[in-house]
C-alpha cells in the first residue's frame, strides 16, 4: 500500500533551519507532483510548497518564499522541505503529499492531492 512517512521535525529556536523529508513507498513516486502542508493549532491545513514530477518547477506560499526550499530525488523516492531562518509562525505540523495528476504540475490545491502522510512536528521558540 502506499506510505508518506515525514521525518525530521523538532524544537528549534527562531532563526535556525531543519530539514524536513519524505520517504515513500508503494507507488511509482517519480511520475507524481509532490507537496507540503502544514496545520497550526486551531488553523486549517495551508499549502507550503510544491514540486512538478521532474523537480525542475516548484512554487512556494508567499509566507515562505526565499526561506524554505523543496526538493526532490526521484532515484531514492523522496522529497525534502528546507525550512530555513524560521520563525514562531511556521510552528505546525508539517505534512507531505502526493498528486493523483500524472507528470502533473506542482500544485498548491489540496484536492489534486490523494496520499497524505502522518506528518511531523515542527516548533519554533522564539
Known amino acids: 500500500q502506499v506510505q508518506l512517512v515525514e521525518s525530521g521535525g523538532r524544537l528549534v529556536q527562531a532563526g535556525e533551519s531543519l530539514r524536513l523529508s519524505c520517504a515513500a513507498s508503494?507507488?511509482?513516486?517519480?511520475?507524481?507532483?509532490m507537496g507540503w502542508f502544514r496545520q497550526a493549532p486551531g488553523l486549517e491545513r495551508e499549502f507550503v510548497a510544491a514540486?512538478?514530477?521532474?523537480?525542475?518547477?516548484?512554487t512556494y506560499t508567499n509566507s515562505v518564499k526565499g526561506r524554505f526550499t523543496i526538493s526532490r530525488d526521484n532515484a531514492k523516492n523522496t522529497v525534502h522541505l528546507q525550512l530555513n531562518n524560521l520563525a514562531p509562525e511556521d510552528t505546525a505540523v508539517y505534512y507531505c503529499?502526493?498528486?493523483?495528476?500524472?507528470?502533473?504540475?506542482?500544485?498548491?490545491?489540496?484536492?489534486?492531492?490523494?496520499?497524505w502522510g502522518q506528518g511531523t512536528q515542527v516548533t519554533v521558540s522564539s
Open positions: 503529499a502526493a498528486s493523483r495528476l500524472t507528470m502533473g504540475k506542482e500544485s498548491s490545491d489540496p484536492s489534486h492531492y490523494i496520499y
Open positions: 508503494g507507488y511509482t513516486f517519480s511520475i507524481y507532483p
Open positions: 514540486v512538478d514530477w521532474s523537480g525542475g518547477s516548484t
